[in-house]
C-alpha cells in the first residue's frame, strides 16, 4: 500500500478505503493509474519543495493569526485613506448573509439549483437600477477598473455596430491613475484614450478643449467621474453629456454610489452607461479585495448587446405569480461565443452583488440620504478645520466635494511623505500622497472621510498635523 | 462500510419568497447611520447647501423600506433556496474543483487585522498580509516550476488575460508582435483562452480533438507558422485525458517561434505529480479559489496566478510582493510590466486562504490532493458507466486524469430525455445541477463531473445511484425526468423566451414592468 497520512479533508485517505477503490479498479496503487497515463519523462520525481504541513487546527490558527496580527488596522488607527476603496459602516446583517455556507460556497448552479443564488442577483441588480435610476444592470465584474474598462469598449462597438469609425475615448486628466492605467492597456489594440485637460482654477474638465477634441469627429465616448478622483463635483455633468451627444458619442459616467442618496444618477443627466464601484455598499475594503464593478444603461437594445458579462434575466412560469431567473443572451459573453464574443468573461464577485442588495435593502432610501448627508457634513468640517493650520491649504480648487479633498502641504515646506509618515506616530493614516500621481497639484494628499469619521478623530488629526508643520497645538 | 442513503426523500426549501421591492412599507429602516455630531454640522451647514444645485437628486430612490429581521429573514430564506457546496455533494460541477473550503480559513479572512486594512496604508503596518503574499508567490512557484509569480489577477480569466498581454509584451519587444497575430488554442479549452486572446486582437485558431479525443496533433503542425504568436491549451482537457504528447505540442510551437502557455484550472489532479515547467511551457495560470479551496461565492470573488519563466519574468502584472531580508513591499516599479489589472492588489482573501492551505497539507498532502482526485474520478466513473445510456466518448479502457466528459446521447436516443432534463431532475435528488459543457457542445448530451478529494467513497456511491434512478426513470417513465424538477425551490418552470428574445429580457424590476 502506499504512503498515506489521512487528513480531515481526505475521506479516501483512509488506506482501507482506499484500498476499496484501487480494488475495484483492479489497480495496486494511483501511481499505477498515472503512470499509465502520463509519460515518465514528464512525471515530477521530487517533491515540492514547500514547509512541512501543520497539523492541528489550532497550531495553523496560531501560525496564520499570529502573521496577520503583525498588521495594523483601520480599526487601530483612524484612517484618511479612500481613493478607490471606502471604509464605511457595513450593517451586521450583510456579514451575516454573505458568510451564509449556501451563498458562501454556491458556484455556478442555475434556475431551478440555486432558485434562492438567482432571486438575490436579480434582486441586487433591481435595487441598483433604482439607484442608478438604470433600466439595465449587469452582473458584478471584477472593479470598477474593469467596468470602466469593458464601459469603453461598449462604446468603441456602439459606434462599430453603427457603422462609424469612432475609437477615441476622451477622459478627465485628473481621473483615477490606475483606472487610467487599465482602460489603456486594456483597450489599446481597438481604442485610443486621450485626456482632457481641465480648467486650472477650477479642476472641472475644460469644456473648450473638449468641443475642441470632439470636433475631430473621431471620439466614440466622453468619460467623466462624479464626484472626481480628487474629491471634486462635476458641476458640469449634463453639459458634457450635450456636447458629447452633438458629436456623436456615448458619454460614460462613473458615479460614487454611496452619493446617490443625495447626488442626481448620471442616468438622469444624460449618460448613456454608467459604471462603477459598489465595494462601499457592504463590504469590508479587505486590503482592496472587496471591489466589485457594475455597468448599467438604458433599456435599448443596441446597448444591451455590448455588455460583456453574465446578465440576468426574470422569467415568468408556468404557475401565476411566481418567477424565475437565468442567464440570458450569453452569446455576447466568451461563455457564450469563445473569440466572437464581445470581450472575456470569467468568475467576478457574485457574493459582493449579494451582500451589496443587502446593504440597499438595508440602507433604504432614508438611510442612502442621511449616509451622503453625514459624509458630506463630516468633509466641509475637516476641510473648513484644516484650512486654519499655517501653510496647510485644503481643498485647493474652493470646490465642493464628496467624501475626498485635496490638502496641499506645499506651503508647510514638508512633503506629503514626511507627513503621512509623522502621523504613523499619532496613529493616523493620512490621505493618499497623490504628489507623484498629479505633480502639478505640488504636494498634496488625497484626505477621505465617512459617515464613521467623528469629530475626535478630525480633531486629533489636526492638532497633530500642527504639531508635524511647526504650529502649535491649540 | 459507511451507510450510503439512496434516493433520498429530499425537498429544497420553498419559501415562495416575494420579490424584495414589494415588501415593507414606507418609513420602515433596516438599518440606522451614525449623524455628523452638532459641533460638526455647526461648522458645516445643511447637506443641502452644500450639494452643488444642478446635482442634487430630485426624486429618492425607490429602494425597499424594510426593517431589519425583515431583511434577515427575506435572504435567509434565499440562501436556503440555494444549494452550496456545504450543503450538498458537489461532484456536478466539473472543471470547477468544488472542493471543501476549510472553516478555519473564514477565521482568518473575518479578523478585523484583514478586513480593516485600506489597500494604501503604508507597508510597515501591512507586513502581514504582506507576507502571505510574498509566500504564496513562492510556494507557487515551487508548484508550477515556474521562475515569477504575480497574485495580481482577479480571477482565472484574469490570469489568462495576463499571461496574453504578456506574450504581447515579449513580441513587442522582439519586434514581432505585428507579424505574430495568431494564437492557437483547442476547442475544448475553457471559453477564456479564446476569449481573451480576441479581446487583445489575436486572430483565434482553434484545434479540434482527433479519434482519440486529443488535439489533433497534425492540425496543430498545419496551424503553425511565423505568425504564431502562441499556443494556450490545457492537459488534460475537459474530456480528463491526459494529453502524452504535450511536449511535443510544446516542441512545434516552439520550433515556430511561439509560445506555450498552459490554462492550469484543472491543477488539483496534477499537484506534484508533473509541473508545467516539466512539459517545456513559458507560462501557466492557476485558479486559487479551486485548487486551493476558497468558496465560490456564487461566482466570486475568486483568484489568479500568472505563473511565467524566467524570460518572461519581467513582463507580469504588477505590483508583485518581493522581500529585501527585514521587510515585504510591493513592486510597481516594473517598466517592462504589463501593468495593473485591476485596482490594488489581486483578491488577498483568496490569498490567505491559499496559504493556509499549503501550511496545512504541504508537499505530501497537495500530492495526494492529485492521487485522490484521480481515483476518486476513476472510480466514480466506473460506477457512473454501469449505468444504462451513458457512455464515455474517446480513449476507451484508458484512465482519465480528475474529471471526465461523459455523455447521455444513448439514452437521449432510446427515451427523448436529455442531458438538460437530466440536469434539472437531480436537484430533486438533493444535489446541484450539474456542469454539462462549454458551448459549443462538442459531444451530445454532455455530462462533466469533478469528483475532487473531498468526496468519500460513500458520496460517490450516493451520487451514481442517482443517477443511476434517473436512468431507470427515463427508460420507464420518461415523462417525469422531462418535467423536473418537482422538489426544487422553484416549483415551475420558466419560460425559456424571457431569457432568449430581447423583447422579453429584463435585467431589473423596473424594466419588467415596463415590458
Redesign the interface.
Known sequence: M????V?P?????VPE??Q???D??GVGS??E??E????Q????KE????????RS?YE??K???G?????????E?T?F?G???Y?H?I?A?C???????????????????????M?????Y???????L????????T?????SVCSAFRMAVRLQETAGKERSVILVPDTMNP??Y??AV?YCR??SEIVKVRHLPETGLMDMEELEALLKNGNAAAVFYE?PSYLGF?E?Q??SIADLTHQYGAVCIAQPQVSA??????PM??GADIVCG?IQPLGM??????G??GFIASH?K?EY?EQFPTY?????????AD?????????YR?????????N????????????TA??Y???????????????I??????LE??LGEIEGVKANPFGR?NFQEVLVDFSGTGKSVADI??AL?EYGI?GG?DVSREFPWLGQCGLYCVS??T??GE?DALLNALRKITGEREV | MGYVKKNRDFHQARWDEPFIMEMGNPGERGVLVPQASDEVKKVSGEVSELIPAGLKRKKAPKLPELSQMQVLRHYMRLSQETIGTDINIDIGLGTCTMKYSPKIHEQFVRMEKFQELHPYQDESTVQGILEIMYKDEQYLKAISGMDKVSLQPSGGSQAIFANVQTIRAYFEERGEAEKRDEIITTILSHPANPGTASTLGYKVITLYPDENGLPDIEALKAAVSERTAALMITNPEDTGIYNDRIRQFVDIVHEAGGLCVYDQANLNGVFGLTRAKDAGFDMCHYNLHKSFSSPHGCQGPGAGAQCVSEKLAKYVAAPTVEYDGEKYYLDGDRPKSIGKLRMFYGVPSVLIRAYAYIRTLGADGMKQIAELSILNNNYLIKKLLEIKGLSMPFAEGRFRMEQARLSWQELTEETGVTTDDICRRIVDYGFQDYFTSHHPRVLPEPFTPEPVETYSKDDMDEYAAAFAAIAKEAYSEPELVKGAPYKAALGARIEEECLTEWGKFATTWRAYKKL
Open positions: 502506499e504512503k498515506t497520512f487528513h479533508y481526505m475521506p479516501n485517505s478505503v482506499k476499496e477503490l484501487l475495484e479498479l494511483v501511481r493509474i498515472y499509465s497515463i502520463i509519460p519523462e514528464l512525471l515530477y517533491r515540492l519543495d514547500l514547509p512541512e504541513p501543520i487546527e495553523l490558527k501560525h496564520v493569526s502573521i496577520l496580527n503583525r498588521n495594523v488596522s483601520t480599526e488607527y484612517s485613506l481613493a478607490g476603496c471604509k459602516q450593517p446583517v456579514d451575516e448573509i454573505n458568510t451564509r455556507g449556501e451563498f458562501l460556497t454556491a458556484y455556478c448552479g442555475d434556475t431551478y439549483s440555486d432558485h434562492g443564488k432571486q438575490a442577483i436579480f434582486e441588480t433591481s435595487m441598483m437600477g433604482e439607484l435610476d438604470a433600466d439595465v444592470v449587469s452582473y458584478t471584477y472593479d470598477a477598473g474593469q490606475d483606472i492605467s487599465q492597456s489594440n481597438v462624479n463635483f458641476t455633468a449634463e446617490l442618496g443625495i447626488m442626481e444618477s438622469n443627466l464601484d469590508h475594503m479587505q486590503y482592496g479585495g471591489q466589485a433599456q437594445l444591451m446578465m440576468y434575466g426574470i422569467a415568468k412560469t408556468d404557475k411566481t418567477y424565475g431567473w437565468g442567464r440570458a443572451m450569453n459573453c466568451s461563455h457564450g461565443s469563445r473569440e466572437k464574443a470581450e472575456y468573461f470569467g468568475t467576478e464577485t457574485g457574493l459582493w452583488g449579494i442588495g443587502v440597499l435593502a438595508s440602507m433604504g432610501p432614508r438611510g442612502m440620504y442621511e449616509l451622503g448627508e453625514t458630506m457634513q463630516n468633509l466641509k468640517y473648513m478645520r465642493s503621512n509618515k504613523l493614516f493618499k459617515e464613521l467623528s469629530r478630525m
